[in-house]
């Protein structure tokens, strides 16, 4: 089973070096690592030079964005399953040996992981949605022998952080469904995320923690900034419920339910750091918006998923937007 590793980087710097070695000296050895180098900085650029392992895919672009780069490294992977890693977190080197165990045990189109975070000061944690996978594992022990069958398992995958270092994905899988990155929004892993999970057709919850997510001191997340760049997650969200929409597992209520807190849960906390002066057009779309979506995804069932016991509120949270925009 041969496992490809779609890193992107940009600046770095000797932080690369680090998850790059953290890739190439996985247990597994049969893997690939895509990396793809869209305008890295000249420190970042560097350490990419100094590369000679034979494993390595180095793909260059001038800087068209974190989607673009995924995209292009996802056409240049050969292995049986992808997964993704940012240039500056890291995968634990028994990580990939442990999924090959999982899968070769129970096969899946799509494999969820647990992680790790690493603040800027203080102890290691276990990653935000470390409560699904727990609260997940208990259904299971109450199903018996039986488990979670799959509308429970993508219900609970729908609850997990949308982050790209979690998933281990059949590369069949994406080829059949087109599965990308979109190119022209941030807050792109909340759109993948959803529909990885939608279009699987088997779905798998592995309960080891084999990456860490570095939260890195003055270098905020692009998306953290209260700019402009907070309006995207309206329209990414609003396509991802109007895909979701047409999609047969639309009719599964728990998993509905599950994307429907994620989504808001971003939308919510996105207009509550939004710059002060941009808040009323912020509103003003999210209004218009979310009047375009299936009003269902705004009524969700008490069974959905909901570790941070958020379906409440954030319903109420919808439906005040809902008719603050009729009025």
Not at 54 to 73: C, E, T, Y
Not at 114 to 119: E, H, I, L, S, T
Not at 253 to 269: Q, T
Not at 315 to 324: D, E, G, I, T, V
Request: charged share 20%; hydrophobic share 45%; glycine share 6%.
């Amino acid at each position: 089973m041969k496992f490809s590793c779609v890193m992107t980087v940009f600046n770095e710097g000797a932080l690369a070096a680090q998850s790059i070695a953290s890739v190439l000296n996985q247990t597994h050895e049969d893997l690939q690592l895509v990396i793809v180098d869209d305008g890295a900085d000249a420190q970042t650029r560097a350490v990419l030079q100094g590369l000679q392992d034979p494993r390595i895919s180095l793909l260059q672009q001038a800087n068209d964005g974190l989607s673009s780069a995924r995209n292009r490294g996802l056409r240049h992977c050969s292995g049986d399953y992808i997964c993704f890693l940012d240039g500056d977190d890291l995968r634990a080197p028994w990580a990939f040996a442990e999924v090959a165990q999982a899968l070769q045990a129970q096969p899946a189109e799509l494999l969820l992981v647990r992680g790790v975070m690493a603040p800027p000061q203080g102890r290691l944690a276990c990653f935000m949605d470390e409560d699904s996978a727990l609260q997940a594992e208990a259904e299971a022990a109450e199903a018996g022998e039986v488990g979670l069958d799959l509308a429970a398992t993508k219900a609970w995958a729908a609850s997990h952080e949308p982050q790209s270092a979690n998933k281990f994905i059949a590369r069949d899988l994406l080829a059949r469904a087109r599965l990308c990155f979109p190119n022209d929004h941030f807050f792109e892993d909340i759109l993948f995320h959803t529909l990885c999970i939608a279009q699987a057709r088997s779905v798998h919850l592995l309960a080891s923690r084999s990456f860490t997510y570095f939260r890195r001191q003055l270098r905020p997340q692009l998306t953290g900034a209260s700019s402009e760049i907070r309006f995207d997650v309206i329209a990414t969200t609003t396509v991802m419920f109007q895909l979701l929409a047409a999609h047969p597992d639309c009719a599964n209520a728990r998993f509905r339910g599950a994307v429907s807190i994620g989504a808001l849960r971003l939308l919510k906390w996105c207009e509550e750091r939004i710059a002060r002066h941009q808040l009323g057009a912020y509103r003003a779309l999210l209004r218009a918006s979310l009047g375009q979506v299936d009003p269902q995804f705004f009524v969700i069932s008490p069974e959905t998923p909901d570790p941070r016991n958020e379906r409440q509120s954030l319903q109420s949270y919808a439906q005040a937007h809902l008719m603050a925009g009729r009025a």
